[in-house]
């Protein structure tokens, strides 16, 4: 938060976008955990290049998690082809200024701090509490809906902390983060109470897939 004030007190000029600000400062606030709480092997491990390739890994499976409800639709032939449209600006600045964006959000919520946190608290209880923590941070956004997008923010938060556990790894939630916010449909559907950009649909998936890696991380524990 500390940082996000930080960004809010300075004028960024017209060819910057503030986003790369923010990145900046996020990877000084994590190299700077990693020395003073000795994270430099975690921080090797977990934020770096070696893992990279998860990255697009991480891209596809977001598209995939995006445009489920759509697929659904489509399925219970609640929509057709004709009534999609895909609300994405393929250009390299969209790209680039996008993937800034989920990079740093995911360095704020999945930084080498949580590697500290797992000396003393299991994964499943640091994913868990990360996930309130997401769901909660978006109260300061007005726009958004809490009855209609907090499980789905919930458990997105908590399915990106356990897999960042699992794979032991940064660039696949930053992935699955980009691949989840570049893609998006429009369609008749939006409104949809379990199919619409806010239904219930994304968030029975998340909660599968976050239910699905606990199972795995248990497993993994026990061995």
């Known amino acids: 938060m500390l940082v996000m004030g930080i960004v809010q007190l ?13 990145l900046t400062l996020f990877i000084v606030v994590n190299i700077s955990t990693a020395i003073i709480l000795n994270l430099k092997t ?15 890994i991480g891209i596809v499976v977001g598209g995939i998690i995006a445009v489920s409800p759509i697929l ?5 032939r609640a929509t057709t082809f004709s009534e999609l449209k895909l609300d994405t600006t393929f250009t390299l600045t969209s790209i680039v200024v996008t993937l800034a964006i ?3 959000e995911e360095l704020w919520f999945r930084g080498v ?18 996930g309130l923590l997401f769901m909660l941070v978006h109260l300061l956004n007005p726009e958004i809906n809490m009855l209609k997008t907090g499980l789905t923010l919930f458990f997105a938060g908590a399915f990106l902390t356990i897999v960042y556990f699992y794979f032991k790894t940064i660039w696949l939630p930053i992935g699955l983060h980009f691949g ?4 998006t449909v429009q369609s008749n ?5 379990l199919l619409g950009n806010e239904g219930f649909f994304g968030a029975i998936i998340l909660t599968i897939l976050f239910l699905t890696f606990v199972k795995l991380t248990l497993n993994k524990t026990s061995k």
Do not use: D
């Open 10 to 22: 300075f004028k960024t000029p017209h060819w910057l976008n503030s986003a790369f600000i923010v």
């Open 42 to 56: 975690e921080i090797k491990t977990f934020l770096g290049f070696k893992k990279i390739y998860f990255l697009p």
């Open 72 to 76: 659904a639709g489509l399925l219970a």
């Open 102 to 104: 989920v990079a740093w």
């Open 113 to 130: 701090f949580l590697n500290y946190c797992n000396r003393h608290l299991s994964v499943i209880n640091i994913s868990i509490t990360i």
């Open 180 to 183: 989840n916010n570049f893609f």
């Open 189 to 193: 559907l939006n409104e949809h109470w």
